[in-house]
């Protein structure tokens, strides 16, 4: 246990608080508190799906995904699930159907699913391309994955990094550079994107993070927390909803999904915090799921509400469009394209609320915006 004044760069780990030096001597190897280990699926529809499992110390741990867009498909913090998962299981990419709402056979939910990167959103007509609901990246391999772990001095930094390719002979060419990191002792996450185009003409670009958050985090009262200075109901059955838009509700036979757009006040460096917290959890110890982005690399904020038997989950959605697809986004002029040679930057983080206490400091901090 470290006996120097506490500093950012210590190790916190099960209530003490260590640098390098002092951990090491109680380990064998670094591993047995942290790694990011590569594994592979091998049964059924999954067979040959590439995963890394990533182990914090802290509790959070969590799996990415090379060859389904590196997404994040499972994560839990001490045993408790954050995220939803679908009966779909990690659907290996080969299985992807493009076509109108086949996007959803291989939608396993998780943590994060990233939707885009020239199409998100309902199937669509645009320019007589049809285009089906999402688009493509969440199902396209990555290539020059690398998964590694280094000390910088007191800190033990853990990453996977690579390229997604979203491209066609005679078409767009975008490129994605994806960074997934975490440390060690840490109950963060951070997702770290470079879209660039490598073509020769302006391309239509969607991006939309679908962080999709679960039971026990979801639950009957649970509550999203957030700079809203609108909420706007996407059709007329979740106008039917508005006033109890930002509260869980228990499971419910034939529940309607319900989406909402949010028009949110950063911060004064321009951040949104966002966070669905569930405050009776574990007989009042409270748990959340807490979300960061930047305003300016994400100006849209969607909302998915389902309470369904089964289908039981709330998405926290960052996008730089809404969800009615391309076409409806040309129509309305908002749809965004990236210039040839052009990059978009996005930075996302994404944190584990251990306690009420946790949940009160973000509210604060919220209700300062």
């Not at 002092?22 to 040959?48: C, F, P, W």
């Not at 302006?202 to 958050?213: E, G, Q, V």
């Amino acid at each position: 246990m470290c006996n120097a004044k506490e500093n950012d760069d210590l190790i916190h780990l099960f209530g003490e608080a260590y640098d390098r030096v002092q951990l090491l001597r109680h380990l064998g190897d670094i591993s047995q508190v942290a790694e990011a280990k590569i594994y592979q699926l091998t049964d059924g529809n999954e067979k040959g799906t590439d995963a890394i499992g990533f182990l914090t110390g802290s509790g959070l741990n969590f799996t990415v995904l090379p060859n389904r867009g590196l997404d994040i498909s499972y994560a839990n913090y001490n045993g408790i699930p954050l995220c939803w998962r679908s009966g779909t299981g990690d659907v290996a990419a080969a299985h992807y159907e493009p076509e109108g709402l086949g996007w959803l056979r291989g939608f396993y939910g998780g943590l994060l699913t990233t939707c885009g990167m020239t199409q998100a959103g309902a199937p669509n007509v645009d320019e007589d391309i049809e285009l089906g609901l999402h688009g493509r990246v969440s199902h396209i391999p990555a290539k020059n994955v690398w998964v590694d772990s280094r000390w910088e001095g007191d800190r033990y930094i853990l990453w996977v990094q690579g390229k997604v390719t979203e491209t066609a002979a005679l078409g767009e060419h975008l490129c994605r550079t994806r960074r997934i990191w975490t440390e060690l002792g840490s109950n963060k996450l951070h997702i770290e994107d470079i879209v660039e185009n490598l073509g020769y003409q302006d391309c239509p670009h969607m991006y939309l993070f679908h962080i999709n958050i679960g039971f026990p985090i979801l639950a009957d009262g649970s509550e999203l927390i957030a700079p809203s200075s609108q909420v706007t109901p996407r059709d007329e059955h979740a106008k039917n909803n508005l006033s109890n838009y930002n509260f869980g509700e228990p499971p419910t036979v034939d529940f309607q999904e319900q989406v909402y757009y949010h028009e949110m006040v950063p911060d004064v460096d321009n951040h949104i915090r966002v966070a669905l917290i569930n405050r009776s959890f574990k007989g009042g110890q409270g748990i959340g799921i807490a979300v960061r982005y930047h305003k300016t690399q994400f100006p849209h904020f969607v909302q998915w509400k389902l309470c369904g038997q089964g289908n039981y989950v709330m998405g926290l959605e960052p996008s730089n469009c809404r969800v009615d697809g391309r076409a409806s986004e040309r129509e309305r002029g908002t749809l965004q394209h990236i210039e040839p040679g052009g990059r978009r930057h996005y930075e996302v983080e994404i944190s584990v609320l251990t306690s009420n206490a946790e949940i009160d400091a973000l509210e604060a901090k919220i209700s300062k915006n």
